[in-house]
């Protein structure tokens, strides 16, 4: 059986990390799903939620943290946090 050739700007031994193939897959699937989302392609229910679950062991959940310091003190130190402001009236 003759030997498989990639593209010809690869060399001909070009492997992917396990990494790199995982990443390929989980776009895939990231993207089935919007497509899915924008009515494109017609998924199953229970396609949608494997796909769902799958996302979510790979992308972090967006939730809110508190960052402090050593002794629970803030990071920045308030003399350099933003002050409101009135808004300026326009003519």
Same mark, same amino acid.
């Given at each position: 059986?003759?030997?498989?050739?990639?593209?010809?700007?690869?060399?001909?031994?070009?492997?992917?990390?396990?990494?790199?193939?995982? %990443?390929?897959?989980?776009?895939?699937?990231?993207? &089935?799903?919007?497509?899915? /989302?924008? =009515? !494109?392609?017609?998924?199953? +229910? *229970?396609?949608?939620?494997?796909?769902?679950?799958?996302? %979510?062991?790979?992308?972090?959940?967006?939730?809110? &943290?508190?960052?402090?310091? /050593?002794? =629970? !003190?803030?990071?920045?130190? +308030? *003399?350099?946090?933003?002050?409101?402001?009135?808004?300026? %009236?326009?003519?």
């Amino acid at each position: 059986m003759a030997a498989r050739k990639g593209p010809a700007h690869l060399p001909d031994k070009v492997s992917m990390s396990h990494d790199h193939r995982l %990443k390929i897959q989980n776009s895939n699937i990231l993207n &089935a799903l919007i497509q899915h /989302a924008l =009515g !494109e392609r017609d998924l199953k +229910p *229970s396609q949608v939620q494997a796909g769902l679950g799958l996302m %979510k062991k790979v992308l972090p959940d967006l939730q809110s &943290a508190e960052l402090t310091g /050593a002794n =629970g !003190e803030a990071l920045i130190p +308030p *003399s350099l946090w933003l002050k409101p402001h009135a808004p300026t %009236k326009t003519k």
